[in-house]
């Protein structure tokens, strides 16, 4: 993959087409989150792995280049150590261990669960490192509240006045 190539493919997802300079703000030209989350699409497909939350941390051309580069030599070692070790092709239709998530969809569609005969809609993750219980547990239940208003529906609790 080359620099010109790559500052090709973005251009093409500019919504106004225009030259792009090195150190501009590819946001602030435009480029959305799920145009960029189907750049990384693109890039995996092409062996080039770097994830959405690097390119949002530096959305520059110049960022990006730098994390794609790193992203290939990274590949370029592993061919290296790949290549010194023989895997046995695996055999496709042999069943394969669940990832606990995908267990829980599984499980969740059953109508005989409490609260099963449902498909998932959405897997989310929030990390509450700030949000700790005591005197900020206040910040930790409207941050519920917003969340709930967003997603329709969480079952939770949050017991400020006895965190433990």
């Not at 703000?25 to 959405?52: A, C, D, H, P, Y």
């Not at 949002?56 to 994390?67: I, K, Q, S, V, Y």
């Not at 005591?134 to 509240?145: I, L, N, P, Q």
């Amino acid at each position: 993959m080359e620099y010109i190539e790559i500052k090709e493919q973005i251009k093409q997802k500019l919504p106004v087409a225009r030259d792009l300079g090195d150190s501009e703000n590819l946001l602030e030209l435009g480029l959305s989150s799920l145009t960029i989350m189907r750049l990384v699409n693109q890039w995996r497909k092409q062996g080039v792995k770097v994830s959405f939350g690097s390119l949002m941390e530096n959305p520059t051309l110049e960022g990006w280049w730098a994390l794609i580069q790193r992203s290939m030599k990274k590949k370029a070692g592993k061919k290296r150590a790949q290549k010194s070790k023989i895997t046995p092709e695996k055999d496709m239709k042999q069943p394969f261990p669940l990832t606990d998530v995908q267990y829980a969809y599984w499980v969740g569609r059953d109508e005989e669960q409490a609260l099963g005969g449902i498909d998932c809609h959405a897997y989310l993750e929030f990390d509450g490192g700030k949000y700790r219980s005591g005197a900020s547990g206040k910040s930790m239940e409207c941050a519920a509240v917003s969340s709930s208003h967003a997603a329709c529906l969480l079952f939770g609790r949050w017991d400020t006045e006895n965190p433990g």
